[in-house]
């Protein structure tokens, strides 16, 4: 359960990391479980690095949408009827994104609800590898960017040298002082170990971390970057507002019937 220090700062910063959400034992068995996603045959929207609409597709990762310790820390953050969107669930095997907000296609789209206030989309993030400057393997973010429209991706974006300094600057400032809380507008890289959970709002500017110390595919298989991650939102406007903004989206047609979100519904209410 999150006290009320916890929820204030995920609604002021925009994310949250809780550890240990799954001990060492089932978090290695999630990540063997996501892994061999990739050895089945791709389907639509799969590539080498992506396996899409997990939840329909691999029963084996079904559970997350009924774990009780995980649907309870879900409700802390979105009040007590919230619902998953599940055909927004993938496992991201080496995939790597540069800074962007997942509500960027709604606004560049004109939809209005993308900055509503209060907006609450959510995606839940499992990053099954320890965070380190050297191989990366997570997740930074601009806390408070979820609030702030005029700050912009590319006020943060540099070559890859400028962002490796960066990077390493802020890890050693972070070490020196201590630091816990992040400072709203500056990149922030969210520590993790297999089996924490990263919660952001969709607006929040993010990114991957990346490898520093040699190119994402030499990283070596057992630091190899395995991602779940899904979507949920409270039951109300701001998800009917997305589902109908993902029917329209073509690159989010896939080949099964969109029944299973019923079903979580049924799980989460
Ligand atoms: O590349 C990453 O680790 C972040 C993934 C991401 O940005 C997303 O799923 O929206």
Known sequence: ?????????????GFIRIPGVL???KAEEFRKDSLSLFQKEAQLQDSDKLRANMFARHHEMRWLLTDPCINSLVKDLLGQEFTYIEREASVGLNWYTSWHRDTEGPELGGEAWAWKPNLK???LMWYLQTECPE???GLEVIPGSHLRRDWKKTDYEGSQVVRGF???????IRNKTDMTEPIQGLPYVIPNDPGDLIVFNMRILHKATFPTICKESEVPKEREKILVSYVAAPKNEDCINYKNYLAKCSNKVYDETPQSNTKAEAVVS
């Open 1 to 13: 359960m999150l006290d009320k220090t916890q929820i204030d700062f995920f609604n002021r910063n």
């Open 23 to 25: 001990d060492k034992e």
């Open 121 to 123: 989309l959510v995606q």
């Open 135 to 137: 191989y990366g393997g």
């Open 166 to 172: 960066r990077r390493r600057a802020l890890h050693w």
